[in-house]
């Protein structure tokens, strides 16, 4: 199978705009590819997941990724998948936010001896001069046909800034930036970034004439990815201090039984031989591929150490209702009223809940359970000084604990 095909064996793929010139480029490893990624966080987060998890099995393929920080489309951003204009920051942190992607994406991507690039387009978008940039940019776009495209067509109603109306030109501007550079002739992204893809690959055309457009390639990622990065409480980081490691195995652990294989199949790096069997699995075997999947997955961000240690954690967790690495939440004197504090606190200011009013919701329906008593009335309130070392367990449904401690 060659590397192509194993792309599109496990799901990698949707579209691509020229399929058997990337096939050559790939398979032989003379692919120059970027994926663009906007620093709007200090940490990279499981929606990401799958863009990195292709460039490490491309590089592993002979290939060289670039790594595209967005510092200069971020102050822009991207309208993209938004009902509303992103905040603005600051140049200041865009730049811390570029330097923690930097360290985590080392986890992936081997950057030593060119074998990978990581660039800023900060370097070359901020230095652009605003008239120049209309004469020989903004003359190649269609502003009617930019308007058919997904990303604008959804904020008309409420309103697209020209600001943000200038991000599919700001991108546009980085494939062709990225081809002069460092001969960078392929594009990787999700749906949302496809017409931008395309008005890559057309400026280039137009500026750089025919023979450099017949170089520059587009391949749609399966934007099951970026699903996978979304959560009812928003995002599971990278970043151990935002999420532990332990809950980054109970995230994987917990997928839909729907998704396991497929995620085993986009985001590992186990031989597709093994698994297929696994796809006919079923019951309590998908409970041991959802291990595999969460062991293999902190494994890969966090380390060996770290995946064992989540593993072990959990399972505890599961037979006795304890756990060495729970995460756990300390009490503070603004939790406690007269020396005890009241189980909607303890469930809100751990975390388990995002208010309180669906802390409320999760006692009255029976979903809530305290060192394995269930609570089923909303005033129960636990004294402060019958907390021991241990803490208390508190369980939210089946797969969600707080260790709480003073």
Not at 195 to 223: C, F, H, P, Q, V
Not at 352 to 378: C, F, H, N, W, Y
Request: negative net charge.
């Amino acid at each position: 199978m060659t590397v192509y095909d194993e792309l599109v064996a496990r799901g990698l793929i949707a579209q691509v705009t020229d399929e058997e010139e990337i096939k050559e480029l790939i398979n032989t490893g003379k692919a120059t590819f970027y994926i663009g990624f906007d620093p709007t966080a200090d940490s990279l987060h499981v929606g990401h997941f799958m863009a990195l998890c292709l460039m490490k099995r491309l590089q592993m393929a002979g290939n060289r990724p670039i790594a595209l920080i967005g510092g200069g489309t971020a102050m822009i951003g991207d309208p993209s998948g938004r009902t509303d204009m992103r905040q603005m920051m600051t140049p200041e942190t865009i730049q811390h936010n570029c330097d923690c992607f930097k360290e985590q994406m080392s986890r992936f991507i081997d950057f030593s001896d060119g074998k990978a690039l990581m660039v800023n387009n900060a370097d070359w978008l901020l230095g652009l001069n605003y008239i120049e940039l209309l004469r020989d940019v903004g003359a190649h776009f269609s502003v009617n046909r930019m308007l058919t495209a997904e990303c604008y067509k959804q904020r008309m109603e409420k309103g697209l800034s020209f600001l943000e109306f200038n991000y599919m030109i700001m991108q546009s501007y980085d494939f062709m930036a990225l081809f002069e550079k460092y001969g960078c002739n392929l594009q990787f992204g999700g749906d949302d970034q496809w017409s931008n893809m395309l008005g890559g690959t057309e400026l280039i055309r137009r500026k750089l004439g025919k023979d450099a457009y017949a170089m520059t390639i587009n391949l749609l990622l399966n934007s099951e990815g970026k699903k996978m990065g979304k959560t009812q409480k928003g995002a599971v980081w990278l970043d151990p201090n935002k999420t532990t490691p332990f809950e980054f195995y109970q995230y994987w652990r917990n997928v839909d039984d729907a998704d396991v294989i497929k995620c085993i199949k986009m985001l590992t790096f186990i031989p597709l031989s093994e698994i297929e069997p696994m796809e006919s699995w079923e019951g309590s075997e998908l409970n041991k591929a959802k291990e595999i999947l969460a062991y293999e997955l902190t494994k890969l961000v966090h380390g060996e150490k770290e995946a064992a240690a989540a593993q072990e954690s959990a399972r505890a967790l599961f037979s006795s209702g304890s756990a060495a690495n729970m995460p756990e939440y300390a009490l503070t004197d603004e939790d406690i009223v007269d020396g005890r504090v009241d189980i909607l606190t303890l469930l809100y200011v751990s975390g388990l809940v995002p208010s309180k009013s669906e802390a409320r919701r999760a006692v009255q329906q029976g979903g809530v359970s305290v060192d394995g008593e269930k609570v089923t009335d909303i005033k129960t309130a636990f004294p402060v000084s019958s907390i021991g070392g241990d803490g208390l367990v508190v369980k939210k449904g089946k797969k969600n604990f707080r260790r709480i401690t003073v």
